[in-house]
């Protein structure tokens, strides 16, 4: 599992305010060497047109909007970021099997279809997060439910704590992909995540991607943060 030119690890997470800032930061990116995340704030203010715009460019674009809604409505939004072109899009584990299945099937026809994948527990919860919502249990048990649930229902992956990527690649194979946020090179903040791990660990431990947002996005250089992670995997 080595970074490499033809299949970069770290998916940076664009969470800017509007499009003009995301653009900018995008310029002297290659997408040799990392591949790029929309989330819910710029996909607000910027929309189908800046995701549009960045697979033209030519990268891999991974659409993160988390849906989580009934079968019928996540169904056709999965379809309509399929028809942006996007890589990689995801949904909420939590919406149930039903609802997987139909967002599932909701690509079939597609020439190139983007991996589907589902959130299990957010990298920024821990036990008393989980208490709160009525989950007496240990992250490491929820996600290994929800990743269950999300692979018998066809699905290509999950997005999970890369503390729990070894119980995973154990549990459920070596093709399942395993995404990967909650990533801090050490001394970094970590911010609001909690369940964190360091880039090289993670994908020692079996990561297939590792999402960066902050670490690279509010670095002093961010080019020289990103090529000094992509060093620590190993670059072949
Ligand atoms: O469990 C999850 C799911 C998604 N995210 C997203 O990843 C990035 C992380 O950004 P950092 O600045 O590196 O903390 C962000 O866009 C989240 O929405 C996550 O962190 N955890």
């Given at each position: 599992m080595q970074n490499s030119v033809h299949d970069p690890k770290v998916l940076i997470?664009?969470?800017?305010?509007?499009a003009d800032a995301a653009l900018e930061f995008v310029k002297p990116l290659d997408p040799k060497n990392c591949r790029l995340k929309v989330g819910k704030e710029l996909f607000a203010v910027a929309g189908p047109e800046f995701v549009q715009q960045l697979v033209f460019q030519g990268f891999d674009v991974?659409?993160?909007?988390k849906y989580h809604d009934i079968p019928n409505t996540v169904a056709k939004a999965v379809a309509a970021a399929a028809r942006m072109g996007v890589w990689m899009v995801n949904v909420h584990a939590s919406g149930g099997s039903k609802m997987m299945k139909a967002a599932k099937e909701a690509?079939?026809?597609?020439?190139k279809p983007p991996l589907l994948i589902a959130v299990t527990?957010?990298?920024?919860?821990?036990r008393e997060d989980l208490a709160e919502i009525g989950l007496d249990i240990e992250p490491k048990e929820q996600v290994l439910r929800l990743a269950k649930l999300t692979q018998d229902s066809g699905l290509d992956g999950v997005v999970c704590s890369a503390q729990e990527t070894a119980m995973l690649r154990k549990e459920l194979g070596e093709d399942f992909c395993l995404v990967t946020p909650g990533i801090r090179p050490a001394g970094s903040a970590a911010n609001d995540q909690k369940r964190i791990m360091t880039p090289a660990d993670a994908l020692k431990s079996g990561s297939s991607y590792l999402v960066i947002g902050r670490p690279i996005t509010?670095?002093?250089?961010p080019i020289k943060a990103l090529q000094s992670i992509n060093d620590s995997l190993d670059v072949e």
């Open positions: 997470a664009l969470d800017f305010a509007d991974f659409l993160d909007l690509l079939t026809g597609f020439e527990v957010l990298t920024s919860m821990q509010q670095a002093v250089d």
